[in-house]
């Protein structure tokens, strides 16, 4: 039973163009929203987060998007540049204390940004 | 700062054989995290610490044991290791104030199990 879902497991675009990756929860239970981004050999590093009170959020090239409602949210990328091809993974932090306090995981999506 | 740093980064074990994966974090993190990735798979939480000497499971935790006996140190045990725990394994660590949970990652251990 997959909370974080993220349906496409791959996006390839051209250099220059908008990368758009998208993400699906199913419970609202979630506080913050976070986008790791991971290289291979590499441990993720962490991209950028939204707060489920917030529906944007940018930080240069990079910006979420938090629909509530349809509870998507996505990550654009403007331009996309050959070094951000990577492996990106979304994940949603639950409220509460302990255990409900961790992170889940999306499977990831694999993106290729093509010279 | 050199952040998580885990060893070894890669091993492989036979069947039945017992080993424990080393994690050590330098930015003074209370939290730390032990998760697992399998092939074409999200992070699997599998322990976690919210300080020295207090552990509690995550996720996934059967055939695992940790331990926290330090802010810095948070090994990871493996008893009897099974084929199904042939993974990636990776450490991270956190401020417990941090208001996003954004959590420092090392570079992952390898580990087959055959």
């Known amino acids: 039973d997959q909370q974080v879902k993220q349906n496409s497991p791959s996006l390839s675009v051209q250099e220059g163009r908008i990368s758009i990756l998208n993400c699906d929860y199913t419970n609202s239970m979630f506080d913050y929203f976070l986008w790791y981004k991971k290289y291979p050999a590499e441990g993720p590093t962490f991209l950028i987060s939204i707060s489920s009170i917030k529906d944007k959020n940018e930080d240069g090239r990079f910006t979420v998007f938090l629909n509530k409602s349809a509870k998507h949210l996505s990550l654009h990328i403007v331009p996309s540049q050959p070094g951000d091809s990577a492996v990106y993974f979304c994940?949603?932090?639950?409220?509460?204390?302990?255990?409900?306090?961790?992170?889940?995981w999306g499977l990831g999506t694999s993106l290729a940004v093509n010279p | 700062n050199a952040g998580v740093t885990q060893t070894p980064k890669f091993r492989i074990l036979k069947i039945g054989q017992s080993m424990t994966l080393q994690c050590t974090q330098d930015m003074n993190h209370n939290y730390m995290y032990w998760y697992r990735q399998d092939p074409g798979m999200g992070l699997k939480l599998i322990y976690y610490?919210?300080?020295?000497?207090?552990?509690d499971k995550g996720e996934v935790p059967n055939g695992y044991n940790v331990s926290r006996s330090t802010t810095e140190d948070f090994p990871l045990r493996l008893e009897l290791a099974a084929p199904s725990q042939t993974s990636v394994y990776f450490c991270?660590?956190?401020?417990?104030?941090?208001?996003?949970?954004?959590?420092?990652f090392g570079p992952g251990t390898r580990l087959t199990v055959t």
């Open positions: 610490s919210v300080g020295a000497g207090i552990t």
């Open positions: 994940a949603a932090r639950g409220v509460g204390a302990g255990n409900n306090r961790k992170l889940i």
């Open positions: 991270a660590s956190s401020w417990q104030t941090d208001l996003r949970g954004e959590q420092y």
